[in-house]
Each structure stands twice: as structure tokens, then as C-alpha cells.
């Protein structure tokens, strides 16, 4: 009698299962068009399914900082980290939100230690990681590092968090370290879930105050499960510096735009302004997209030595609080017309935040409608310019007129617009 009644227990939490399995559609499975950019009861609980299990009280807004890997690749040493920590703060962008100061790959000793812990290169950071944080906490910054969910990180040049995953945290708390960046190489066939879920835990009981980014490249959907194991996910393989690479990249996380939120956001890869291999038009659309989709923004270029356009861009305080809103809600591609595009995504005050992105390689006139960007066809607003940094009223913007917004944009490059009802 008790064997039958836990079946049939059994039975009815299986089909409750199935049922908020089969309600959590993945994007791009229907129609192809994500919820309204006003948000709705779906995509509220959406979200709000997505971010049960993983509460650290990190990531509120998505994270910004740098990152040594886009530009330094394994040629990182502590000078380096101690250098860009005094350049975020003597640039000014440490106060408008740059703060993680994160070492990527080949910090370590290629073996561990004779009790198994991890050791930092003595060439490279002969004064320990410990004293590394403690000069970046001392300037108001914070400190990442790097691991992999396998026997050895990508450049084969040091060890793995594989099996070894509560000590390492564990010896990151004692260093002071407040970001993992934690990659998918030398798995040794083992499940991906299986690998990072070992490593939620273990951040969990040893590592809470840590953000915990996750980097699987996208290899099996991580927005549909990542937001209960970690602050961020990739969704995407790496970026490179040129058109081709961050255009797929902006393509890839878009569909996955209803997964983010507050707590944990989709990862198109760091940011590659002012690393050479594009044009300051392409530059400025990567930061602007980047932004609008809530994406993290971690410079990757040598900012002791960076240009003035580079600093200029990433530097954007208006494109900046478009990432750093607080409704927390991913902008994605609302029109699309043979690459005139328009991305939007709501603010709060009913606001949108709107980017007219031209991705073909001639001057084209783009066009929002206020029924795509989720305003009344009716409404009135007051457009503000994030690039020009100017402000009017719709009807006088130029290119503008009832219910819809219209400029003339150079090849690859963008207009951003915050939209405000009155």
C-alpha cells in the first residue's frame, strides 16, 4: 500500500515536471520573436524561474571591469594587473563602474603544490596572488582569476579546477580573490553539467562572495540552466577583434535575451575596443550592442596606453547606465531588413533604449516604429542622443515624426537613442 501510494507520488511530480519543462520554451523553437520588450507574465516568470537556486547577491547589474586575456593572451605578469589597476582608477573608469580586474589564463605553476593547492607562477607573480589583491582592493577595485572545468585550462600551461574544485575555492577565498572566470578545456569526457555543477557547489559553501562566471562557450544552451549555478554564462565561442566575429557574437546571445536578469546575464564574450582590428564605427556599435543587451563590459584592451577614441567609447557614461539599469531586462533585435537592424530593450520609467545598427558596408537610412521598440503608436517623446549626447522632442529630432524615429547611419556603424514618454 505505501510501495503504490509513493508511485503515485512519484508519477505526479514527474508530470508537474514535464509540465514546467514544456512551458520553459527556448527561444527561437516557435516564431522566433522573444517577449514583448514591455515585459509580461511569461517572460517575468521566465526569469524569475531561471534564478531560484543561485542568490549570492553578486551581479545586480552586469559586471564591468577588465580583463587580460583579448589583449595579453599568456603574456600577463602582476606588473601588468598592478598597472591597470592604477589606469582604471588615474582614467576615471574605475568610478564609472570598471572594477574587476580580472587575470585570464597562465597565472599558475604548471603543477601543484606537494598538498595539492595551486601556485602562482614565480616569474610572473613572484609576490603571490594574495599581495596582488590586496593592491587592487587597496585602489577600491576587485580581482579575478581564472580557472577550467577540466584537468588543465586551455593553454595546457597550468592545472585545472577538475576534482579539485572545493580546495581551489577555498584557496581563493584565502587569497582575497572576488571573480572566477571558470573555462571548458580538457574535460576529460566528462558532462558539462557534471563539471560546473561540482563547482556551483563548491562556490556555494566556500566561495559566496565570489562571482561566479561560467564559460562553456554556449556548447549546450547554459541560459536554460546556468542561472541556477553561477553569475554569468557564455553563450557564444570566443570573440576576436574583427566585424565578422562580434557581429556573430551579438547574433548568437540575442535569442537568449529572456534568460537574463538581475543575478545572473548572458556572456557574448569581453569587449575588444581599441585593440586595432576594427574601425572606431564598429567599435562604437560593439560597445553600444554589448550594452543595450546587458551584456558584461570588460574592456580587453591595454587601457595604460589606450587611445583617446578608445576612451571615449568605453568611457560613454549615458551608454554605460543603458547596461547598468536597473529593470534589468536584455535589449535585443526588435527589426531586421537585409542588415538595417534596430535593438531595443526597455528602462525603467518606461523608457526604451534604442540602437539603429547598419551592418551593411554603405550609408543606409534606418527606421524604428514605436510598435516594435514597445511604444503606444500615439506616444510623444523626448529623444535623447547617447552618442551625440543631445536631447529633443520626437517630432523635432531629425529624421523623426509621429510613432517612429529615422536616421541616416554610416557603414557599421550606429545612433543610440534613449526614447522617454512625456
Known sequence: ????????????????????????????????????????????????????????????????????????????????????????????????????????????????????????????????????????????LKLGIYSDAGTQTCSNRMPGSLDHEEQDVKTFTSWGVDYLKYDNCNDAGRSIKERYTKMSNAMKKYGKNIFFSLCEWGNENPATWAGGMGNSWRTTGDIADNWGRMTSRADQNDKW????????????????????????????????????????????????????????????????AVNQGNLGVQGKKVQSDNGLEVWAGPLSGNRKAVVLWNRQGYQATITAYWSSVGLPASATVTVRDLWARSSSSAGQAPGSSEGQISASVAPHDCKMYILTPK
Open 257 to 320: 535575451a529572456a534568460y537574463a536578469g538581475p543575478g545572473g546575464w548572458n556572456d557574448p564574450d569581453m569587449l575588444e575596443v581599441g585593440n586595432g582590428g576594427m574601425t572606431e564605427a564598429e567599435y562604437r556599435s560593439h560597445f553600444s550592442i554589448w550594452a543595450l543587451a546587458k551584456a558584461p563590459l570588460l574592456i580587453g584592451c591595454d587601457v595604460r596606453s589606450m587611445s583617446q577614441v578608445t576612451k571615449d567609447i568605453i568611457s560613454n557614461s549615458e551608454v554605460i
Open 1 to 140: 500500500m505505501a510501495r503504490a501510494s509513493s508511485s503515485s507520488l512519484l508519477l505526479l511530480l514527474l508530470a508537474v515536471a514535464a509540465t514546467a519543462v514544456a512551458g520553459a520554451r527556448v527561444p527561437g523553437s516557435g516564431s522566433g520573436r522573444g517577449p514583448p520588450l514591455d515585459g509580461n507574465a511569461t517572460s517575468v516568470e521566465l526569469r524569475a524561474r531561471r534564478r531560484r537556486a543561485f542568490e549570492n547577491g553578486l551581479g545586480r547589474t552586469p559586471q564591468m571591469g577588465w580583463n587580460s586575456w583579448n589583449h595579453f593572451y599568456c603574456g600577463v605578469n602582476e606588473n601588468i594587473i598592478r598597472e591597470t589597476a592604477d589606469a582604471l582608477v588615474n582614467t576615471g573608469l574605475a568610478k564609472l563602474g570598471y572594477q574587476y580586474v580580472n587575470i585570464d589564463d597562465c597565472w599558475a605553476e604548471l603543477n601543484r603544490d606537494y598538498q595539492g593547492n595551486m601556485v602562482p607562477n614565480k616569474q610572473t607573480f613572484p609576490s603571490g596572488i594574495k599581495a596582488l589583491a590586496d593592491y587592487v582592493h587597496a585602489k577600491g
